[in-house]
């Protein structure tokens, strides 16, 4: 069964939203069903216990939310989806510290996870649909806690005109989602703060809506001002900026099997094209070379498989510290991609390659360059 069909199978509806449990446990999405009810919680903030236990409650309260049943069928998928795995993360960063429970990062750890099965598991990868349902589910895990925690007066407008953002990538992805996927995660635990944290959920939904972002993205005035403010600038988001860079600078990221020469060559034929692939060589000749077209300002190409923020903050120092603007395109090519396209041949990466690179991947956010583009091939 494809993977979409099958989530939507899983997912509770009407008459009664009830969710099929022993159904959910030995599909693909209760892979790490057996680890999440080994994995314990702080009692002072989890008095429920165990992690599945948590999910299974966050999961009733979010189907009994009229938010959730007033909703198409894609979007409660998407919402279950993502209350089914927003723990995932405590399943590899819990720890015994200091005579506590403590789970470091886990939301970021849980949407790689997250990510992980869902391609690799689920087949959500290579078309738009699969993409964009993929990536607002990983966008929801990552950011679930920050309605409920991470919103207070000083720093509420930037980070949630900078949360709004993901909504350009993956238009599955809302503010007002992620308020209800946080307030039923508040609900679904045994803890003294609830009431605060409903407050600050909605706080975070209130200043979403009086921005105009709480179903869409923020509408910056253009590319520019948007990178600006992202990048942490005290520049006022509804103000257009004076726009001086030159460029542009392409970085053409994506995991294994992406076919990056392919989509060069077919939508880029003009521009020199350079690569830091093949060894510490070819890594100190294109960065030789590439700092030469900057220095005369000449648009090029750096393609790279920069899976990760770190591995892309590098060149886009560099290209920005420049004067620069960039354009970072994030390619992924489904399993029936053509191996053939202008008379160019390629062979399909090792599936074992794929694996690998998707579970290091994340695809780059729209705060990394003027204009972020994710394409499927």
């Not at 849980?110 to 690799?120: H, K, N, S, V, Y």
């Not at 190409?301 to 923020?309: G, H, K, Q």
Request: proline residues 8%; neutral net charge.
């Amino acid at each position: 069964m494809d993977g979409l069909a099958l989530i939507a199978a899983l997912t509770p509806g009407p008459p009664d939203y009830a969710a099929a449990w022993a159904d959910i446990e030995r599909s693909p999405l209760g892979v790490y069903v057996p680890a999440m009810a080994g994995t314990g919680q702080n009692p002072v903030y989890h008095g429920e216990g165990d992690v599945w236990t948590h999910t299974k409650n966050v999961c009733g309260e979010l189907c009994a939310s009229d938010h959730y049943r007033s909703q198409p069928e894609r979007v409660r998928a998407l919402l279950f989806s993502a209350a089914l795995l927003h723990d995932v993360g405590k399943v590899r960063a819990t720890r015994w510290e200091n005579g506590r429970w403590t789970s470091p990062n886990h939301s970021a750890i849980g949407a790689g996870m997250a990510r992980e099965l869902l391609w690799t598991r689920l087949g959500l990868y290579g078309t738009p649909e699969k993409q964009g349902f993929r990536e607002a589910v990983c966008a929801l895990v990552r950011r679930h806690a920050m309605p409920a925690r991470g919103i207070d007066r000083r720093n509420a407008e930037r980070r949630i005109l900078t949360v709004s953002q993901m909504g350009l990538l993956a238009p599955d992805f809302t503010l007002e989602r992620l308020c209800a996927l946080s307030a039923a995660d508040a609900r679904g635990r045994i803890c003294g703060d609830l009431p605060e944290m409903l407050a600050c959920v909605e706080l975070c939904a209130g200043i979403a809506r009086e921005k105009g972002c709480l179903n869409g993205p923020y509408p910056f005035p253009d590319g520019h001002t948007r990178f600006a403010y992202l990048s942490g600038r005290d520049v006022p988001p509804d103000a257009a900026l004076k726009d001086g860079r030159w460029g542009p600078v392409i970085l053409l990221s994506g995991p294994s099997g992406a076919a990056r020469d392919l989509w060069r060559r077919e939508n880029l034929p003009g521009l020199p094209a350079l690569s830091p692939e093949g060894g510490q060589g070819a890594a100190q000749e294109a960065a030789h070379r590439a700092r030469a077209y900057l220095q005369r300002r000449e648009s090029f190409i750096w393609s790279a498989p920069c899976l990760t923020e770190e591995d892309r903050r590098q060149p886009l120092e560099l290209f920005h510290a420049s004067g620069a603007w960039v354009r970072l395109v994030y390619l992924e090519s489904g399993p029936d991609a053509a191996a053939r396209r202008d008379g160019f041949q390629t062979a399909p990466a090792p599936e074992a390659s794929v694996a690998l690179s998707v579970a290091a991947l994340s695809p780059p956010a729209p705060g990394e360059a003027r204009e972020v583009a994710w394409i499927c091939l």
